[in-house]
């Protein structure tokens, strides 16, 4: 029978340990001895594997700050620029500016162009010895003249035609802008920020340039104006520059047919102009639209109101107003006109009758 010992026990020639291992050739001592060496060795180990990722995480956090500050400074980068195109827009290529200089722009090509002359009157002496004060296109050779009011046309013309493109070029870029506010984002908008800036400063160089060019400007002068050679040796220093005049619009609410005679009355939108001589043509129309082959006259006219007579009752006539071409007029292609259809007699009748009781 066993004997019980404190803490051990014997079973055929082996002890067992209270954690149940077998005790042969003190295996179960060394295991108690590594226990203190393990655990210290997995502590070292532990705190180890703790130092690199404790490394790792402070690259992987300064790489992160380093890139929300990258990423904070194009973000403000983008903003600033994108302002400044929004500013541009808002300030010299806003809608309400375009659609004013448009404005402008349709309103200069109904005006007549000129020719003005400096000075207008000049001091000659005659062979007699006398003196006398002409006028200055009376020392002008008129074929000089002519060819001056040739260059003044044609200037006029190349004028209209800038300011034309010019406009269409400014309204093209407002479009390019707006749609590269709308669409890009912020990586697309930075990369292409030179090319951006190079449109902008295109499109201020082109509104620079848009305002003279509303201005009727200077007409230079080749050629001797002055040939008579009595006048020669005076070589009078003559200016030419082109000006303009309003054009000449109908008064619809004014204008009005009868029967056989018709009122008509214009205007011009510059309230300084007097009155100036006009002509007034007259056609009829048949089918609303087509001139009745021979019947067209011209009207001379000194006022802004004409009384037309020996019209046809039920006609349907078309009425252009005009300045007058005088010595110094250069170019002018648009006319205002007005369509009107005289009464026939029923209807004549009938205004008469309706008049006579209302009074």
Same mark, same amino acid.
């Given at each position: 029978m066993a004997t019980r010992t404190s803490g051990t026990a014997e079973t055929g020639g082996s002890r067992l340990c209270?954690?149940?291992?077998?005790?042969?050739?003190?295996?179960? &001592?060394?295991? &108690?001895?590594?226990?203190?060496?393990?655990?210290?060795?997995?502590?070292?180990?532990?705190?180890?594997? @703790?130092?690199?990722?404790?490394?790792? #995480?402070?690259?992987?956090?300064e790489s992160t700050a380093h890139s929300?500050?990258?990423?904070?400074?194009? /973000?403000?980068? $983008?903003?600033?620029?994108?302002?400044l195109v929004l500013q541009f827009l808002h300030s010299d290529l806003s809608l309400h500016h375009l659609h004013h200089q448009r404005k402008k722009a349709e309103?200069?090509?109904?005006?007549c162009f000129y020719l003005e002359i400096e000075p207008k009157h000049m001091t000659v002496r005659e062979h007699n010895l006398q003196v006398r004060r002409i006028d200055i296109l009376e020392l002008i050779d008129p074929i000089q003249w002519e060819r001056m009011k040739q260059v003044g046309k044609k200037q006029t013309e190349i004028q209209l035609l800038l300011l034309t493109e010019l406009l269409e070029q400014l309204e093209r870029g407002r479009e390019e802008l707006n749609c590269c506010i709308e669409t890009c984002d912020m990586k697309t908008f930075l990369s292409g920020w030179d090319r951006i800036m190079q449109r902008l400063s295109k499109l201020s160089e082109f509104m620079e340039t848009l305002i003279p060019l509303q201005?009727?400007?200077?007409? $230079?002068?080749? =050629?001797?104006?002055?040939?008579?050679?009595?006048?020669? $040796?005076?070589?009078?220093?003559? &200016?030419?520059?082109?000006?303009?005049? @309003?054009?000449?619009?109908?008064? &619809?609410?004014?204008? #009005?047919? =009868?029967?056989? /005679?018709?009122?008509?009355? /214009?205007?011009?939108?510059?309230?300084?102009?007097?009155?100036?001589?006009?002509?007034?043509q007259i056609k009829i129309l048949t089918n609303g639209s087509q001139a009745e082959a021979g019947y067209s006259r011209?009207?001379?006219?000194?006022s802004n109101v004409c009384i037309v007579q020996d019209l046809q009752p039920g006609r349907s006539y078309e009425f252009t107003i005009r300045r007058s071409c005088t010595h110094t007029f250069v170019f002018g292609d /648009? =006319?205002?006109?007005?369509?009107l259809k005289t009464k026939t007699d029923a209807v004549e009748d009938v205004d008469s009758s309706t008049w006579t009781l209302e009074g």
């Open positions: 209270p954690c149940g291992s077998l005790l042969r050739s003190g295996l179960c &001592r060394e295991k &108690r001895a590594l226990k203190p060496a393990y655990g210290e060795a997995a502590q070292q180990l532990s705190f180890g594997i @703790m130092a690199v990722n404790w490394n790792e #995480f402070e690259s992987s956090s929300r500050e990258d990423g904070s400074a194009s /973000w403000e980068q $983008y903003l600033e620029r994108r302002n309103l200069l090509k109904k005006c201005v009727p400007g200077q007409v $230079y002068v080749k =050629h001797r104006l002055v040939t008579r050679a009595e006048l020669t $040796y005076i070589n009078p220093i003559i &200016r030419l520059s082109l000006s303009t005049k @309003m054009p000449l619009i109908f008064d &619809r609410e004014e204008s #009005f047919a =009868h029967k056989d /005679w018709a009122k008509l009355k /214009w205007f011009d939108e510059n309230p300084e102009s007097g009155v100036e001589q006009c002509e007034l011209l009207q001379p006219v000194s /648009w =006319h205002d006109s007005i369509t």
